[in-house]
């Protein structure tokens, strides 16, 4: 009788409860992957074009810090691989995050394994079915990713070895939210704090890319554009990846068997008996709600921003020697720096916009938990409450942008000693708002219709950010780059900024909202 | 007597399914009035409509002479509810909790939530996602008795609860109809409904079956053949239900 005992019981039944899940998810990944083939096969067909897309973003550090390094942009594979890396890297790992909190935390959050154990599983099973369900489903990924590549004409070697990569940067997060999982007594938070790792894999890489590369290597993501597939063709970084992944499976497995079932390292702690005045505001407790959300996510954009800000100063020396970017930034402004502001602000919106509609869609949040009765069985209208909702998303989203484009001036100032900059920075990060606001009118919109269609809001995004990543090559037709509202925002602070665009902006998602609020108004509750 | 609940042939349909098919409900003023039917028969469907939280596809459903759907906040300011399945916020504390929701009626009578907190025994101070089943049932209990509400809408109020605790939420629906208010309690205890409620509805598959005092229920099984005045109400629920 080990502490294993069962695990073989326990992986086939979270194999049966996922039937659904891992077919839709593999289909989903190994389809995004066909359509970096088609399309980039497609839209960079003759090594003369493909040639002309290396000369337009190689070294481009506002795209290096979005997407990695550029260096294997000149053949087709490895400009699939460069576009391809970071989506679907994070998305995976998104996937196997979801995957083992839900097979070994969320399971014993809801006293689920207590009836596992009672009936005779050891209690490492449980955790071992989680890593072991996850990990089928990303060998299946990375199986579906190098024939996907394959039969799209690329080579065999290079293309598994991206597909290693790109799963082996989510096995690294499976075992690492293992750990988290042993750390937390709550689901949500421990998929908080793996989010929180995620984030800065990204943010490690994304200024390791722009600064020489020391931390892009303390970074898992580092790891995947490191092997440089199709393009020098690295194994050896997967062996990092291996070695993580062993340890920390074995610190999981450690922590676990230390620990009482339905236990974490960290114990909720008692708080008051009595609510603060702050939360007897239905605005207050809906922001205390939202609050956590708010300072990780101002916290996580204004880092950045700080990061991008003390590396300015070397940006400016690598813009002015490539005649590429002077020709392009240079129809912008004068200001060769402005406009890599400005293009980095717009990245940071985008990323920020994942908050305005999270934050937008709280409502549909407590909807799904059946929170919502006992809240709206007191005289608290639906409408107001979800206004106030969107109301804290719009002004958080606004200056949290803000802050982060005041972090820039700060770490400008911080390494050149010449802090003017910051107010500027600052007020073109308002410029951004009205973008966010609009997307996240979208999501209200769709949760208008039905909570069940608000998981769209992030497709939408989705194809936000490809729509700049592709623009940023000049290659996209101007009526697809048009359907993005980023696309409309002012590049403050490298123009001056015309109003119209933003009031137009802002209208159409007040519209949006006020649409959004009157079908919530009028549907049942789920 | 006025009523304070009225609904007739109230009729609602999701997607294919009808969950609620010509339900007739009256509940008037100072009763207590006991809310039967097996599981799936349409019991939570009639209080969120009754709550304005859906909206009913045909029927009438009126709370004081008023339609819920239309009126729904002024109507709560007059009611309080404590569902059968309480979820809460899990970093809210139960204490938190209680204040946050009194506050959207104006605040609750700090005396009068002290002493349900020490007669339900409920540590305030711990956080709701350390709360067990009959916690969190205890924290919807306290927010819902300490308002002065005219109308109290239990659905499986005390599922979860203790004996001791379920004496005590009995003697506060006592209390309530002291105080000349009304209760709709939807519950599977049958012995506590028979010893609270003054009259009951039976409904089964999302219509009513009967309805009336446990006398009239009564006369109805009698008409049925058998010896009505030694059952109990559980024996009439499941004599009706058999039928």
Redesign the interface.
């Known amino acids: 009788m080990s502490g294993f005992t069962g695990t073989r019981q326990a992986l086939l039944f979270a194999l049966k409860r996922d039937r659904v899940i891992i077919p839709v998810w593999l289909v989903g990944l190994i389809g995004w992957m066909a359509m970096y083939v088609v399309s980039y096969s497609g839209l960079y067909g003759t090594q003369a074009e493909l040639d002309a897309l290396y000369k337009s973003v190689a070294g481009n550090p506002a795209v290096e810090a979005m997407s990695g390094p550029t260096g294997g942009l000149r053949s087709l594979g490895g400009a699939i691989a460069w576009d391809s890396t970071p989506a679907l890297s994070i998305i995976c790992a998104v996937y196997a995050m979801f995957s083992v909190i839900r097979h070994s935390r969320a399971e014993e959050e809801d006293a689920r394994t207590d009836l596992l154990l009672a009936s005779g599983a050891g209690r490492l099973a449980p955790l071992a079915a989680a890593l072991i369900v996850t990990s089928i489903v990303l060998a299946l990924a990375a199986i579906g990713f190098s024939l996907v590549l394959v039969i799209g004409g690329l080579a065999a070697a290079p293309s598994i070895l991206l597909a290693l990569g790109i799963t082996g940067f989510a096995l690294v997060i499976a075992s690492t939210t293992a750990v988290f999982a042993q750390v937390t ?2 689901a ?1 938070a421990a998929r908080g704090l793996v989010g929180v790792v995620i984030g800065v894999s990204w943010l490690m890489r994304a200024i390791g890319d722009t600064s020489g590369g020391t931390l892009t290597w303390l970074s898992p993501l580092g790891w995947v554009q490191e092997t440089r597939a199709f393009w020098g063709d690295r194994w050896w970084p997967l062996l990092l990846m291996v070695l993580a992944t062993a340890v920390t499976v074995r610190l999981s497995f450690w922590l676990l068997s230390r620990r009482d079932i339905g236990s974490g390292l960290i114990q ?9 005045a702050s ?4 605005l207050g ?1 809906s922001f ?2 939202q609050r ?1 959300t708010i300072l990780g996510w101002t916290a996580m954009l204004c880092v950045y921003g700080l990061a991008i800000g003390t590396i300015g100063d070397n940006i400016e020396g690598i813009l002015e020697s490539s005649s590429a970017f002077s020709e392009a930034f240079a129809s912008l402004s004068s200001n060769l720096l402005d406009s890599y502001f400005a293009s980095i602000l717009t990245v940071i919106a985008l990323l920020g916009a994942g908050f305005t509609i999270s934050a937008v869609l709280r409502p549909a949040a407590e909807e799904n ?14 409408v107001r409450w979800v206004a106030g909702h969107v109301l804290i998303a719009w002004i958080a989203s606004a200056l949290m942008i803000a802050a982060a484009g005041l972090a820039i001036g700060i770490g400008l100032g911080l390494v050149s000693g010449d802090f003017s900059q910051a107010p500027t920075l600052f007020a073109s990060g308002f410029v951004q708002a009205p973008a966010m606001w609009l997307t996240g009118s979208l999501a209200l919109l769709l949760f208008g219709i039905s909570s069940r269609l608000t998981p769209i809001a992030w497709g939408l995004l989705a194809v936000f950010v490809l729509i700049w990543t592709l623009a940023s090559f000049g290659n996209l037709p101007d009526w697809v780059v048009d359907l993005s509202p980023f696309s409309h925002t002012p590049a403050a602070p490298a123009v001056s900024v015309s109003p119209e665009p933003l009031a137009v902006m802002t209208g159409i998602a007040v519209l949006l909202t006020a649409m959004g609020l009157f079908l919530w108004r ?1 549907r ?2 789920a | 007597m006025s009523a304070v609940i009225e609904v007739s042939g109230l009729v609602k349909n999701f997607g294919q399914t009808r969950a609620l098919d010509g339900l007739d409900l009256k509940v008037e003023k100072g009763q207590v009035h006991g809310f039967l039917g097996p599981n799936g028969s349409g019991k939570s469907t009639t209080i969120r409509i009754l709550l304005g939280l859906i909206r009913a596809s045909g029927g009438e459903a009126l709370l004081f002479g008023e339609d819920p759907w239309r009126n729904a906040v002024g109507l709560h300011r007059r009611l309080a509810y404590v569902p059968g399945d309480v979820n809460l916020w899990p970093n809210l504390t139960g204490g938190e909790t209680i204040d946050m929701l009194g506050s959207l009626r104006g605040g609750l009578d700090p005396k009068r939530k002290q002493e349900l907190v020490e007669r339900f025994e409920l540590d305030l101070t711990k956080k709701a996602a350390a709360y067990s089943k009959g916690n969190r049932q205890k924290v919807a209990l306290i927010a819902a008795l300490a308002t002065d509400a005219e109308l109290f809408i239990f659905d499986e109020p005390t599922s979860g609860l203790d004996p001791l605790k379920e004496a005590v939420f009995q003697d506060c629906v006592r209390e309530i109809i002291g105080r000349g208010d009304t209760i709709l309690l939807s519950s599977h205890i049958l012995r506590q409904l028979e010893h609270l409620a003054d009259t009951f509805t039976i409904i089964r598959r999302g219509a009513t079956v009967e309805t009336g005092t446990l006398h009239d229920l009564r006369q109805i099984a009698r008409s049925a053949g058998r010896d009505p005045d030694s059952m109990s109400l559980e024996d009439l629920f499941l004599s009706i239900y058999r039928q």
Do not use: M, N, Q, W
Request: proline share 14%; charged share 30%; net charge positive.
């Open positions: 007594t709550k949500r909720p702690r008692p708080g008051p008996a009595h609510a603060s939360i007897l505001h239905p407790f205390r709600i956590a938990r059946d929170r919502v009765a006992l809240l709206l069985a007191e005289p608290l209208g639906k009028r049942d509750l």
